[in-house]
RNA sequence: CGCGGGGUGGAGCAGAGGCAGCUCAUCGGGCUCAUAACCCGAAGGUCGGCGGUUCGAAUCCGUCCCCCGCAACCA
């Protein structure tokens, strides 16, 4: 076994429903998850639900229930996701669970206050008295509420406060130093930019009398924490951080936190300085996406372009929608979820081009060898090596939809040697040893495609697997070429993806 | 002058000093193992504008224009 590693994603707000933005970034975690644990990697996978907070509170009041129902409600939509995604997670941590969650919380804030970094201080807001809450200066429109045109009051209360000024300098170090690796590294610069302008110290808890929900602050039942030691704190009590627990001790710091580039800042520097104070290592490794836009639009609302995976899924199944996320959208940055495109990528390239491969070549070996290949020795393909080269090599940098295309043009390079060999000519010919060899060479470069999609397409990787006529789960036995491998029985043929 | 990302054939992207490339779509041809699939070929770009460095710039420098994020309590 190697290094043990440990794969998350963000833990989502549970104030709505899962949309496609969130969909990518499980089904990226999963890739990274089902990849390194291929690679013999022992691996662990967490995602869960961030259900406090006052935005949860007032969506629950405004529906006339309890925070606790509305949460049970929308963490149960987020759950069913690892079906309908296919996810391959170990965990689902969920903030409300008083067990497995908040002794880890109480833990590392007491840690935080024993070592000094934790203050009383006024907080002041701004406040609504139409909306009955707090507002923040972005969502005002000149100056006022938008929804009730008036102006909020100013108002103050005295919370505790976290000392984040103390930390800038030592996280800009571990930042620079790769420490903490920010991938891509255009994301690092950002925030380095933003440590350098300084860091101010954060307010750590509210009022309880403004905030119910949530974790109530240890020697004081007049405070409730806020978002940050509560959610944050997801990635050490998912492990079992307060039992020091077995898998903790494993897994932690060796993390790749899978993110969005709008929470950046939260996980590479008030996170590290959390746990900088509270003696506990800091996270490796952060993974950012960017976001998708809808048909060219940002997803909102009142566009009214919100695309809900689940709409995909029905219409083309689980594996086009993981394929399009991970291999059209580029690796860190924005991309676009047009209809258009992805019926024209499903069309090229999983039902032409993959899809009808398989077909052709089980279709062969079928009708000229019914179904079995006597034992006949093959060389290795050039391309086969160059394949996994670089299929490793981008896996390994995280670059998902690049290591995509390598697969893919292996896939093309396999259309092409058909066309090259003319499998049907040597039929007629009567050249079966030249024919036999040129089917062996194609069923055992669909094994090892099989192998490189699994991370990507999982559910066709399997599929693919069965009518091949090779065992179930993923070997890790044969990883090289096989050469003389008999190919005994090929299974029953099934058209992969339909065209539709 | 806040910070960052981007502007390359119809669409989506790659290339970061030396004949402008890939995928899809389009057009022409070929093949018949295959899901009207597959293979071969062609057309299509003054690489956002202007100026500079250089024997040579999409690539380096300057400047301007346009799009998209972030700008601290927004999950």
């Known amino acids: ?19 496609i933005g969130f969909a990518m ?19 662990y ?41 296919n996810l391959s997670y170990d ?38 008295n139409g909306c009955e809450s707090f507002i923040t200066e972005k969502e005002l429109v000149d100056g006022k509420c938008p929804i009730h045109k008036k102006e909020p009051d100013k108002v103050s209360e005295e919370n505790y406060f976290f000392r984040l000024s103390k930390y800038g300098k030592i996280i800009k170090k571990l930042i620079e130093s790769k420490e903490i690796e920010i991938v891509p590294e255009f994301r690092a ?29 240890p020697d004081d039942d007049t405070q409730v924490m806020y978002v940050w030691c509560d959610a944050l704190t997801n990635y050490i009590s998912g492990l079992g951080y307060a039992k020091n627990d077995e898998q903790y001790k494993k897994f932690w710091p060796n993390v790749i936190h899978v993110i969005g580039k709008d929470i950046v800042r939260f996980h590479t520097a008030i996170w590290p300085a959390m746990l900088l104070s509270a003696g506990v290592p800091v996270p490796k490794k952060i993974f950012v996406h960017g976001f998708i836009t809808s048909e060219g639009h ?46 024209e990528r499903y069309i090229s390239d999983l039902v032409n081009n993959l899809g009808n491969l398989l077909n052709r070549v089980l279709l062969m070996t079928k009708k000229y060898f019914g179904g ?55 039929s007629k010919k009567g050249d079966t040893e030249s024919l036999s060899r040129v089917l062996k060479i194609l069923l055992e470069s669909l094994r090892h495609i099989t192998r ?41 043929i099934k058209i992969l993806f339909p065209r539709i």
């Not at 794969?7 to 549970?14: G, V």
């Not at 933003?194 to 119910?212: A, E």
Request: with cysteine; proline share 4%.
């Open 1 to 19: 076994m190697k290094n043990p590693i440990y794969i998350t994603t963000s833990i989502a707000y549970a104030n709505s429903k899962p949309h």
């Open 25 to 43: 970034e499980l089904v990226e975690a999963d890739a990274f998850n089902r990849y390194f644990s291929m690679m013999g990697y022992e691996t």
């Open 45 to 85: 996978f967490l995602t869960g639900t961030d259900e406090h907070g006052i935005k949860q509170q007032k969506t629950a009041e405004e529906l006339g229930i309890h925070p606790k129902e509305l949460s049970d409600k929308n963490a149960q939509l987020f759950m069913e996701l690892k079906d309908k995604l």
């Open 91 to 128: 965990n689902f941590i969920r903030t409300s669970d008083k067990e497995k969650h908040w002794p880890s919380v109480v833990q590392i804030w007491n840690k935080i206050k024993e070592n000094g970094d934790i203050y009383k201080d006024k907080y002041e807001a701004l406040y609504c």
């Open 189 to 217: 610069k950002e925030i380095l930019n933003l440590i350098d302008k300084g860091l101010h110290d954060i307010s750590f808890s509210r009022s309880k009398k403004t905030l119910y929900w949530g974790i109530p602050v």
């Open 298 to 343: 940002k997803m909102s609302k009142s566009l009214g372009n919100i695309i809900d995976p689940n709409d995909i899924i029905k219409i083309y199944g689980v594996d086009a929608l993981r394929y399009y996320l991970l291999s059209e959208i580029p690796v860190g940055q924005d991309g676009d979820f047009s209809k258009k495109l992805f019926q």
């Open 372 to 426: 079995s290949i006597p034992s006949i020795k093959t060389d290795v393909l050039e391309e086969y090596n160059k394949t996994w080269v670089s299929y490793i090599e981008n896996m390994n940098n995280l670059y998902l939809n690049k290591a995509s295309l390598v697969v893919f043009s292996f896939i093309d390079f396999l259309n092409k040697f058909i066309g090259d060999t003319k499998p049907w000519e040597l």
């Open 452 to 492: 490189m999609i699994y991370p990507f397409i999982p559910e066709t990787s399997l599929n693919m697997r069965k009518q091949l006529g090779l065992e179930e789960g993923i070997d890790l036995k044969y990883i090289g070429w096989e050469e003389v491998l008999n190919w005994e029985k090929i299974g029953e």
